[in-house]
């Protein structure tokens, strides 16, 4: 197959979305299928090949990350560059100006559309923009999506998951991006649930994110070098590798540990729009963190190794963290708040706290301070299960809804 991905979300963007079509896209081409992904950017990085760059602002970037320019400009791009297009199947994997022209271009020639769903943009909306501005925004956002792609289901705000304005029109954004497209994917059956309950209708595969396989052959099999261990008196060490962002809820989490009866340190590795806050707030209220930054990602698996658990508190967002996956292959345990996030991590692999505000989660934390045998506990059964979650497992699951995508559109 030649299959050509549209993203508004790779090039110097750490997180789930770029991880996880890089694994794909890898485990594709090791199968003999040919990708080329088109995203926005300003450079291709060395030794990157088969990547496509849109017309790109030089200037403006949306929380760090590159931005396309419109949905007409990229097309045209495309079009001149792609005349007879050529492509097997197009796959999106995300909803804005680069993703919006992917899928139009497919249903101009005729091409299968598979989507993949990876987050709640009405939590992105409700975390990330300012209270005077969240129903413009999204009114704003709802009102050019509709322009590209047609919107034939408004949600209405309700009691349950569109409790304001501004987060229905980001449903209706979500569920008429998804409708255009021929099958779905999402990384969760959890978030599965809600698109269908809002009002998806086309057929939605669970398809989890996967860990490339190289990461675990660069680790061995060894337990000595990959069981956590934790005795009576250490220090917890607590991993970070989410993005320090206000979605990810840094800085709740710091507030957890300052108010820990037991010790614990933080070494956390990722960018983000909360970064510099982060940094101060540990420093203001003497919390041991480190924060390092964007770290490459082999780099990354060193100093995972040495931690006792993995941090994940976002809440609401119904994504995978690929964050979770990368600590069951590694042997780490892992903590976090939203009950959605048990599908994703084997039974006895996790603590949860009973709730996603401050104090439940220092509570969660210092329990576990307590039985420092339990960190081992954990460690073994995430080993155990560190086959599921490898890219090679899941690409099977991704190759058989490509096939039925084809299938129906012959």
Request: charged share 25%; with cysteine.
């Amino acid at each position: 197959m030649r299959i050509a991905i549209f993203t508004d979300v790779f090039l110097d963007v750490p997180g789930g979305i770029p991880s996880s079509i890089k694994a794909q896209r890898a485990s594709l081409e090791k199968l003999g299928h040919e990708v080329t992904i088109f995203c926005p950017g300003l450079s291709i990085p060395k030794g990157e090949k088969n990547i496509e760059l849109v017309p790109t602002h030089k200037h403006l970037r949306a929380n760090g990350a590159p931005l396309s320019k419109s949905p007409e400009l990229v097309e045209k791009w495309v079009r001149e560059k792609y005349p007879m297009f050529g492509f097997d199947l197009v796959h999106v994997h995300y909803e804005a100006s680069c993703s919006l022209a992917g899928a139009r271009l497919a249903k101009l020639y005729k091409v299968p559309l598979v989507q993949t769903m990876h987050g709640r943009e009405d939590m992105a909306i409700a975390i990330n923009v300012p209270h005077p501005f969240k129903t413009i925004a999204a009114l704003l956002l709802n009102k050019l999506h509709s322009v590209y792609i047609p919107h034939k289901k408004m949600v209405p705000y309700d009691n349950d998951l569109a409790p304001t304005v501004a987060r229905a029109r980001m449903w209706t954004l979500m569920v008429n991006h998804a409708n255009f497209a021929d099958q779905v994917i999402t990384p969760s059956q959890h978030f599965a649930n809600k698109l269908k309950q809002y009002g998806v209708e086309k057929p939605i595969t669970v398809v989890s994110n996967g860990v490339a396989d190289e990461m675990v052959k660069k680790l061995g099999s060894s337990e000595s070098k990959l069981v956590r261990k934790m005795r009576a008196g250490d220090t917890l060490k607590i991993f970070w590798n989410s993005r320090i962002s206000r979605e990810k809820r840094i800085i709740p989490f710091l507030q957890a540990m300052a108010i820990m009866k037991e010790p614990c340190e933080l070494t956390a590795c990722g960018d983000g729009n909360a970064l510099e806050v982060a940094r101060r707030y540990a420093k203001r209220h003497k919390i041991k963190a480190t924060f390092y930054g964007r770290v490459p990602h082999e780099k990354m698996l060193d100093k995972m190794l040495s931690q006792h658990i993995s941090a994940t508190v976002s809440y609401g967002f119904d994504t995978q963290g690929l964050t979770l996956l990368e600590a069951e292959v590694t042997g780490m345990p892992v903590f976090f708040c939203d009950p959605d996030m048990k599908e994703s991590v084997p039974k006895g692999g996790f603590i949860m706290s009973d709730g996603p505000d401050v104090k439940s989660m220092a509570k969660a934390l210092d329990a576990l301070s307590c039985r420092p045998e339990k960190i081992e506990e954990m460690s073994r059964v995430m080993l155990k299960n560190r086959e599921n979650v490898l890219q090679s497992t899941q690409i099977k699951k991704l190759i058989q809804v490509y096939q039925t995508a084809l299938n129906h559109n012959r």
